[in-house]
């Protein structure tokens, strides 16, 4: 026969083991309910669809729902030009993409186009293979990297860098270290920002989240696209992936293995300010970019 003192007892660690049980269903409730807010594109995904229809192909992705571009080419469209047409389609481009040439050779006027665009960002979208293969070859990245973002910065615009999945294989000519951690170490926090490519970063065997909590708030733009292992694969994608790239192929968000709410979650920790969703080969770009806003659209984390 169970004692008054036991009976008691056990009820009262009934009675906190439900609240307790109550609150953590209430807090998980809470957290579920964050959702992204301003949803990007990439406009290399429809960069064929804009050599022959540039304004069309921006109002074709306005229509889908989202309201922030970021620019891969101008298309030999003068800046005011894209600045009126973002207008008539009630879009905004924190940012663009320029070649390494441009920062080099081409920053000052670079940065006068983008005042007149409105991009706040200015990102370098890759380096030259030629560069990553010598011996001082990220050095001198880190360099010009540092003196384009002192120049951008005195222009009130910020220099950032994307990522491939080639950073994050290990480099014989830097001793076995990573480009891109190289790349972090030698680069002023204040005038190099990266805008992670959370795709590439995957396939690169690295996590997100270990860079976002050792460097945090350096990662305000992030480009958002999808990975898989299922199906066919082989493509390096121009060489951005390169040996990782017989594990798989891209896929629309939502369509692939990259755990979304995992990531976005930290997106504080991160310094995320803007979401680029992209693909780099797309089989029907905006159909592949509806798809993939839809599933943004409605994500909880």
Known sequence: MINRRRFLSTASQSVIGAVALTLRNRIEGEAATTKLGSIGVQLYTVRDLMKDDFEGTIAKV???????????GYFDHAPKEIRATLERNGLTAPSEHVSYDVVEKKWPETLEAAHMVGHSYVVCSSVPRQLQNQADGWKHIGEEFNKAGEASHKAGIQFAYHNHAFEFEPSEILGGKLPYDVLLAQTDPKLVKLEMDLCWITVGGQDPLKYFERYPGRF??????????????????????????????????????????????????????????????????????????????????
């Open 62 to 72: 306005a229509q889908i729902g989202y309201r922030e571009v970021e620019f891969a």
């Open 220 to 301: 305000p733009l992030v480009h958002v696209k999808d990975w898989t292992k299922k199906g066919p694969a082989g493509n390096d994608y121009g060489g951005a992936a390169r040996q990782a790239a017989r594990q798989g192929h891209m896929a629309d968000v939502g369509q692939g293995e990259i755990d979304w709410k995992r990531i976005f979650a930290k997106s504080d920790r991160a310094g995320i300010e803007h979401y680029f969703v992209e693909e780099d080969q797309p089989p029907a770009p905006l159909e592949d970019l509806r798809v993939s806003y839809q599933y943004l659209a409605q994500l909880r984390f």
